[in-house]
């Protein structure tokens, strides 16, 4: 296999797998676990599927199958389009908002969420998620969910980390911070048990996007990198 990083990660587990974004790691991984777990298993995290956002026309985006290949393609399955999955290219395509969805589920450790635009809708859980959401939170053990959370926030924090540089130093902290909280006018709601904190990008100053920040932090929250 041949890796982003031509000199190798030496030897890797799964945390330092996501850490460094190995690819040949997950290689390994989708090809050991096959293309039916792991189509079977995505579908938890709603790829291949609508997010249920309070918007029309919302892309299910493909998760690619092995029938999925030979009705569309017209073509079998190979064992090369399972190890390309397992890093998410290939036939398998995502729209931004599934990938912030699953990001949520992993930061909630299984619980989900349905985004939404308006916050004074209130959106039902429907018989499917919650049967989801019930795998999600009873199968996989706590520890499981917690080292995943851990290697994705090592990503930005951890000096080996593929998206350290954009907080390792000042001038790229600023950099990270405007266009995280200020250029991109983000919103971001809390944990649901204090009141979601709103700003747009004018009301919002790098060193307000610091203390918010820190704020999350002490909430309880993290940043997920994608």
């Not at 997950?26 to 050991?32: D, Q, T, V, W």
């Not at 971001?188 to 920040?213: C, H, Q, Y």
Request: charged share 25%.
């Amino acid at each position: 296999y041949r890796d982003w990083k031509p000199e190798g990660h030496g030897e890797v587990n799964l945390q330092k797998a996501i850490e460094q974004s190995c690819d040949v790691y997950f290689y390994m991984l989708a090809n050991n676990l096959g293309i039916k777990k792991l189509s079977s298993f995505f579908k938890y995290f709603s790829f291949g599927e609508k997010t249920g956002i309070d918007l029309p026309y919302e892309s299910s985006g493909v998760l690619p199958s092995e029938d999925w290949k030979l009705k569309n393609i017209g073509y079998k399955w190979t064992d090369g389009d399972t190890i390309i999955t397992g890093i998410g290219q290939g036939y398998f395509l995502s729209t931004p908002l599934q990938l912030v969805y699953a990001a949520s589920i992993i930061a909630n450790k299984g619980l989900i969420v349905t985004p939404k635009l308006n916050r004074d809708i209130e959106i039902e859980k429907d018989k499917k998620t919650l049967e989801k959401e019930n795998f999600l939170t009873n199968e996989i053990k706590d520890e499981l969910w917690e080292a995943i959370r851990q290697a994705m926030f090592n990503v930005v924090n951890q000096e080996n980390g593929t998206a350290y540089w954009t907080t390792k130093n000042k001038k790229n902290k600023d950099k990270f911070f405007e266009y995280m909280f200020v250029d991109s006018g983000i919103v971001v709601g809390s944990n649901g048990e204090s009141p979601p904190l709103m700003k747009t990008r004018k009301e919002m100053k790098i060193e307000d996007a610091r203390l918010f920040w820190k704020n999350l932090i002490n909430e309880g929250l993290s940043l997920i990198h994608i």
